[in-house]
C-alpha cells in the first residue's frame, strides 16, 4: 500500500466510523471521528479507559481548531500558533466540543502534530481527529507498525502503514495559563 493510500484508506474509515491505528510523532495512536459516539466508545473499550480522562484531538492545521482558538486572547493564541506543527498539545476551550472528547473537563487537549503523515490523515478526513496513544492503560506504548499490527489488527478497522517522526513519546500537554501538564519526551 503507498502513503497516498494509505492516506485516503485511513479518512474513507474514518468518515465511516471506523477506528484506525496509525503513527504520530513518537508513539502510534489510535483515532476516529470525536463526533461519532460510537467509534470513541471503542477506543475507550480498546485502551480500558475511562471517559472521564477526556480524549486528544489532532488537526491537520491550526484552522482545525479555529472556534477554541478564536475565544483566546492574542498573546496566548500566538503562542499556541507558533508552537504548531510540534510535539505540543494544548488544552483549549471545549465549547464547541462533545462531552466524550472533554470527560470531565471544560477544556479539549488540541494538536497539530510534527508528523506530516498524521497531519494529512486529518486533513483527508476533513476536521479533528481523535488520536490517543495505541495501549492498553497501563500497558507500554507501541512504537512501531509491526507492533500496531501483532497487539491490534483485530480490534482496528485498518492500520495505516508508517512510522513515528523519531521522538521517545508523547508529547507536551500545556494549560493555557502555561502550566505543563505533561512534559513531553525528546
Not at 70 to 94: D, F, I, K, M, N
Not at 110 to 116: A, G, K, L, N, W
Not at 144 to 163: C, I, K, M, R, W
Request: hydrophobic share 45%; charged share 15%.
Amino acid at each position: 500500500m503507498t502513503v497516498e493510500a494509505g492516506v485516503a484508506d485511513a479518512a474513507l474509515c474514518l468518515q465511516s466510523g471506523g477506528v484506525i491505528a496509525h503513527a504520530t510523532e513518537g508513539v502510534w495512536g489510535l483515532a476516529c471521528d470525536p463526533n461519532n459516539t460510537r467509534a470513541v466508545e471503542r477506543i475507550l473499550a480498546i485502551k480500558g479507559r475511562e471517559s472521564a480522562k477526556g480524549m486528544l484531538l489532532i488537526g491537520a492545521c491550526a484552522a482545525a481548531f479555529e472556534e477554541a482558538l478564536t475565544a483566546l486572547e492574542e498573546p496566548v493564541r500566538a503562542q499556541v500558533l507558533a508552537s504548531w506543527p510540534g510535539h505540543v498539545t494544548w488544552l483549549l476551550p471545549g465549547a464547541a466540543y462533545p462531552q466524550t472528547i472533554k470527560g470531565e473537563h471544560s477544556t479539549v487537549a488540541c494538536r497539530v502534530p510534527d508528523h506530516q503523515q498524521a497531519r494529512q490523515i486529518a486533513a483527508a478526513f476533513g476536521g479533528p481527529m481523535v488520536s490517543t496513544s495505541l495501549n492498553r492503560a497501563g500497558a507500554v506504548l507501541v512504537r512501531s507498525f509491526a507492533q500496531a499490527t501483532d497487539q491490534f489488527v483485530g480490534e482496528v478497522d485498518l492500520v495505516v502503514p508508517g512510522h513515528t517522526s523519531g521522538y521517545t513519546g508523547a508529547s507536551a500537554i500545556i494549560n493555557l495559563d502555561g502550566t505543563v501538564v505533561r512534559e513531553a519526551s525528546s
